[in-house]
């Protein structure tokens, strides 16, 4: 149960990063210092390279031939194709259709967990599923905005398929963190990723400015690399070693939270009755969604 705890901080505080890292991440690109895809090729070779120096204080295990395979389908999916479609799609979409969009990732989870992993459906976790995510979305939908985009259904597209990528993200290395360490796996994930991500950013990233970057712009990039990239993606893994795919992704549901309350910190966002409502709700489907896998360890 204590490492059970463990892991549940660990969610949290992903959410937690994650939450924040919208608004530093927007301020970045919206602001002209970096396009999306060179701020990714930014962001992963950089977390790539914290991951290999952190690696030479972890005990090295060997990794079989046959696994690299998975490591590289891992990358992509996870790293690459995660990433790629989620940038772009906020370029096109609105951040509200894209964070809807993004809650149903633990539907995605639940279904590919009980197709390839065999993982139980049980009623107590299905309805805790529901409840997270019809608190999301409510938090969502308030006050949302009626300004339209060009190439909104793209966008929207495009966010999908960040949902749908790192669902099955979850899926491949749930079985992956069953073998290996996520210390030992996670430095060649962002070595691939990085190979799959060149291509796309290497001219974005070689036009920018670097001297235009103000101490806040520099400390948002950092924040975007260091907690939401490298810590994110140690913390999950760890996360999937004691609990399930779908409860790790159930987690997605507090990252509204997370995201609404730094707004009001920031000035830009309110609290209401319905917000509060929203977020008892979120909680609800969380808590279900968690005491049914804390009872019994995931297989």
């Known amino acids: 149960m204590k490492s059970n705890n463990s892991a549940l901080v660990a969610l949290v505080l992903v959410q937690l990063f994650y939450g924040v890292t919208f608004t530093f991440a927007n301020d970045v690109i919206d602001g002209g210092y970096m396009q999306p895809f060179g701020f990714i090729l930014f962001r992963v070779s950089f977390a790539g390279i914290l991951f290999w120096i952190f690696s030479l204080w972890t005990p090295s295990e060997k990794i079989e031939y046959k696994d690299f395979s998975k490591f590289v389908i891992a990358a992509f999916f996870g790293v690459a194709l995660n990433m790629l479609a989620f940038f772009k799609g906020l370029q096109f979409t609105t951040p509200i259709n894209g964070s809807v969009i993004m809650v149903t990732t633990p539907i995605i989870v639940l279904i590919l967990s009980a197709i390839i992993l065999r993982e139980k459906i049980t009623k107590i976790r299905l309805f805790g599923v529901l409840a997270g995510l019809s608190g ?3 938090l969502s939908l308030y006050n949302s905005s009626s300004n339209s985009r060009d190439h909104i259904l793209l966008g929207n597209f495009l966010i ?3 949902a749908a990528s790192y669902s099955y993200y979850l899926i491949l290395i749930k079985k992956l963190t069953a073998k290996y360490h996520p210390y030992t796996f996670i430095k060649w994930l962002f070595l691939f990723g990085t190979l799959f991500v060149f ?8 036009e920018v400015t670097w001297n235009e970057f103000t101490p806040y712009i520099w400390f948002s990039t950092i924040f975007v690399v260091v ?3 490298f810590a994110t993606y140690l913390l999950n893994p760890l996360a999937l070693r004691k609990l399930s795919a779908t409860t790790v992704s159930a987690f997605v549901y507090v990252q509204p939270v997370f995201a609404g309350v730094f707004a009001v910190i920031m000035g830009s ?3 209401s009755t319905i917000k509060i409502v929203a977020t008892l709700l979120i909680f609800l489907g969380v808590y279900l969604v968690t005491k049914n896998s804390t009872q019994r360890s995931p297989k």
Do not use: Q, R, W
């Open 160 to 162: 999908l398929v960040n």
């Open 227 to 229: 907690f939401a990239t």
């Open 269 to 271: 966002d309110s609290v």
């Open 136 to 138: 999301a979305l409510i």
């Open 199 to 206: 291509p796309f950013g290497y001219k974005e990233l070689s």
